[in-house]
């Protein structure tokens, strides 16, 4: 669930819903039924709409040739009525096939279904996922709710740390997401507590959903699915659970004061294998104390996969690494145990394959500022460092990694840019926005007046800390991503707006910490609107101090004249008197006559 998800949950009032059926799960509940009313909610449905159009890919078409638009064409009656009758009477529609290129030259299989088996995968994400990530193994990371890579990344950090572990069992599953079984998976489902056997039913269809040009899978999960990502959690998750069980949450007759003591009395009384399993989808590792126990871990685990779950690993990929002498890649980090003082620590780097990517794709960008100086393009090159900064930041050794990135790239920098751009101290004024991130005291290359490329190397490593269990994704709904929305402001395109307005559109979020002006609530980058203090039709200009960031909705408020727009806009906002004041104050400097204040 992204945080665009969450502020959409709150937006149809649906947070409650999942809420309680989490809860309901975390405390033992193994017996959800008449789940599919719940799919089937007006409010359900709607926040599936409107979770699908926030989508970057709702305006792709499937193999009958609907996107988004289609949809939001349907008056609301009749668009509820025909999605309900679809589910009741569900047959998926042929699923598009495209390849992707992969970082190694090959291509990975994407399967796009039609725009509303999106929408109805969707509505069983909406639902299931809250019952399901309850009963998921603590230590997973991958597809969940506020969980990310680097949380993953901590976790094995902490492993080496303090646990000691310096053996790691590193397993590739062979093609995993192409050979999930659908029986097993239909029974894992059915055992985690989804016991509706019409929602059952209906994921059962789902999954043998026929791809076009190759015909009906007999297994596989297809990547691109809306759905898939939570049913490939579950069908790891019994991995999971049976690697904690035989080590960290093993049951033993004797009752003890804490876990520390009942690990200590394990190891000294048992032949147990001791070891932890951290894992993101299907990459996944298992850290060991020692060569002998980590061999056993690598031949217990591919039978496992093998026996229960039907799956095969890759023998050339699959491996046990003693980190002290070797370094391990997960996630696009190299990791390695090194010595500090009189114990192992973890140290942390840019994975070599990644760190030649950015090479590559810096490059590229800078070839294309030669050929096209504009400043669409030196946010692209900005998105592209700041995204890149904000991923690898944690690692330990992350200056001395984008320190010689930029060294590899210093010599493209000024043969390809020296007679377009000028180098030297940024001039940037009150862009808030290079500030937070970057030092004004860095050289860089400047294109017009304050268009700014970001340094490369100027970085600096961010504790890595690990994930809160006692988090609850349900609970608190504004998980926000500052540098992320930032991210995506940089990189939206708005047609017929001057340098100085965008530049200063990203200002101006900044200093706003990203809330709206009106309302004071958190605004992701698709809803964010910069309106104009004083309007251009009135002479108003692209500086700083004219603009505010507003929600769009707010913004057509702001600019309605139809006294329908302003009613329907009114309704769904349901503002304040102060805040209704606020946008008076923008109205009347607008022309516009002031909206009625109760």
């Known amino acids: 669930m992204s945080a665009t998800s969450s502020r959409n949950n709150h937006y149809y009032d649906f947070v409650e819903v ?17 789940l599919l009313e719940i799919i089937l909610s007006e409010r359900n449905i709607m926040l599936a709409y409107r979770n699908i159009k926030s989508n970057s890919g709702a305006k792709t078409k499937g193999t009958d040739g609907y996107n988004i638009i289609n949809l939001a064409e349907k008056e609301r009656e009749v668009f509820i009525k025909e999605i ?15 390849w992707i290129p992969k970082s190694n030259g090959k291509k990975r299989p994407l399967g796009i279904p039609t725009i509303k088996d999106r929408l109805i995968q969707q509505m069983f994400l909406q639902v299931l996922e809250p019952i399901c990530d309850a009963k998921f193994y603590a230590h997973s990371y991958g597809f969940r709710p506020i969980r990310t890579t680097r949380h993953a990344v901590a976790r094995v950090q902490t492993l080496i740390n303090i646990s000691k572990l310096h053996y790691t069992v590193d397993v590739d599953i062979k093609s995993f997401f192409d050979n999930v079984n659908h029986t097993l998976l239909i029974k894992q489902l059915w055992n985690i507590g989804i016991k509706d056997k019409r929602v059952l039913s209906v994921v059962s269809k789902m999954l043998k959903a026929p791809i076009k040009g190759e015909g009906i899978p007999r297994k596989g999960v297809p990547q691109g699915g809306i759905l898939s990502p939570l049913l490939s959690n579950i069908v790891l998750n019994d991995l999971d659970q049976w690697v904690a069980n035989q080590w960290e949450t093993f049951e033993t007759k004797r009752t003890y004061a804490g876990n520390d003591v009942k690990i200590t009395n394990l190891k000294r009384a048992s032949n147990l294998k001791e070891g932890y399993i951290v894992r993101y989808a299907d990459d996944f590792r ?14 217990a685990v591919r039978g496992y996969l093998k026996d229960r779950l039907k799956l095969d690993i890759s023998p050339e990929k699959s491996k046990v690494v003693n980190l002290r002498k070797k370094s391990s890649e997960f996630l696009g980090f190299k990791i390695k145990a090194v010595p500090k003082r009189k114990k192992y620590v973890a140290k942390t780097n840019v994975s070599n394959s ?7 794709r810096l490059k590229s960008l800078i070839k294309n500022l030669q050929k096209h100086p504009t400043p669409e393009n030196v946010r692209k090159f900005n998105a592209t460092v700041l995204g890149t900064h904000q991923f690898f930041k944690y690692a330990t050794h992350v200056v001395k990694d984008f320190g010689d990135i930029e060294y590899r790239l210093l010599k493209t920098l000024r043969t390809r840019l020296h007679k377009v751009a000028k180098y030297g101290y940024p001039i940037v004024g009150k862009n808030a926005t290079y500030r937070k991130f970057y030092k004004v005291t860095r050289k860089t290359y400047r294109f017009g007046e304050n268009d700014h490329l970001f340094p490369i190397g100027d970085i600096k490593t961010t504790s ?19 540098d992320t929305e930032i991210i ?28 709206c002006a009106v309302t004071t609530n958190i605004l992701f980058a698709e809803d964010v609107n910069c309106h104009h203090i004083t309007p251009s039709e009135l002479n108003g200009t692209d500086e700083f101090s004219n603009l505010v960031i507003i929600h769009k909705d707010i913004h057509r408020l702001i600019h309605a004249t139809k006294q329908e727009t302003i009613d329907k806009y009114m309704r769904l906002l349901n503002l304040s008197k102060a805040q209704l004041n606020k946008i008076n104050k923008y109205r009347s400097l607008c022309k516009l006559e002031k909206l009625a204040v109760s």
């Open 18 to 34: 999942q809420k309680n059926l989490y809860s309901q799960s975390k405390g033992g509940k193994t017996n959800f039924n008449g």
């Open 84 to 98: 309900r009758n679809s589910v009741f009477n569900y047959k998926p529609r042929a699923v598009k096939r495209v």
């Open 286 to 299: 298992i850290m060991a104390r020692n060569s002998k126990t980590a061999y056993k871990w690598f031949h």
């Open 354 to 360: 990644n760190r030649k990517q950015i090479i590559e």
């Open 464 to 482: 890595n800390f690990n994930f809160s269990q006692s988090q609850n994704p349900y609970d608190n709904k504004n998980h926000f991503k500052w």
């Open 488 to 515: 995506k402001l940089m990189k939206s395109k708005l047609p017929n707006r001057t340098v100085e307005y965008m530049d200063n559109r990203l200002s101006v979020y900044s200093k706003q910490k990203g809330k």
